[in-house]
Structures are given as structure tokens and as C-alpha cells.
Nanobody, 122 residues
Framework: QVQLVESGGGLVQAGGSLRLSCAAS????????MGWFRQAPGKERELVAR???????YYADSMKGRFTISRDNAKNTVYLQMNSLKPEDTAVYYC????????????????WGQGTQVTVSS
């Protein structure tokens, strides 16, 4: 069982930056694919970025060049650095963990955090 707790959300002006953190419990953090998702009001949840156990990364097109995902296995934490934020980035951001075999074949994750709100004002 893995528990995920996000932090770092808040209100920021357009063009600003935020860094989200996701702290994971358990001793197997380093073996999981970690993902950041977001869900805006009235929209479906979408993948923002993911990072594999080996550090390989994937970003959704609209986030490339602005967001950076990273992980610190010693701290059981995954980060999402968000720069050049836009009002359309406003959403609840969720952290997720999944076994690589499952994520890369089904795109599904096993564990989810409660989410952290990010609001970007224009």
C-alpha cells in the first residue's frame, strides 16, 4: 500500500511559478512510475507528466518546456516544477503511483493522492 500526499498548490499570477511536491509512504517508492495529473472544472482528468523508476520522463504536449517532473527516491518524493503558468493551468493537481508494467500497458495507476489546487490568475 502506498499513500500519497500532495502539497505546494496555491494562487499565482499568470507567468509565475509553483513547485508541487508529492510525498509517498512505503519502501517501494523507487520502483513505481510516478505521474502528475490535473483536472479542471468541467473537464476530464489529464496526464501532465510522468517519470519512470529510471528517471525517464514524459510530458503532455501543452506542458513541454514549461513543466519539469523529477523524483528524489531518498526522500520518497516526486516534484512538479511549473513555470510560465497560464490561467488555463488552473486545476486540481493529483499525484499517482503505478507499477511500470501496468502503467506502460494500460496507462492506469494504482495509487492516488487527494490533490492540491492550483489557481492561476490573469
Amino acid at each position: 500500500q502506498v499513500q500519497l500526499v500532495e502539497s505546494g498548490g496555491g494562487l499565482v499570477q499568470a507567468g509565475g511559478s509553483l513547485r508541487l511536491s508529492c510525498a509517498a509512504s512505503g519502501r517501494t517508492f523507487s520502483s513505481y512510475v510516478m505521474g502528475w495529473f490535473r483536472q479542471a472544472p468541467g473537464k476530464e482528468r489529464e496526464l501532465v507528466a510522468r517519470i519512470s523508476p529510471s528517471g525517464g520522463t514524459y510530458y503532455a504536449d501543452s506542458m513541454k518546456g514549461r513543466f519539469t517532473i523529477s523524483r528524489d527516491n531518498a526522500k520518497n518524493t516526486v516534484y512538479l516544477q511549473m513555470n510560465s503558468l497560464k490561467p488555463e493551468d488552473t486545476a486540481v493537481y493529483y499525484c499517482a503511483a503505478g507499477a511500470p508494467a501496468k502503467v506502460f500497458t494500460t496507462l492506469r495507476y494504482d495509487y492516488w493522492g487527494q490533490g492540491t489546487q492550483v489557481t492561476v490568475s490573469s
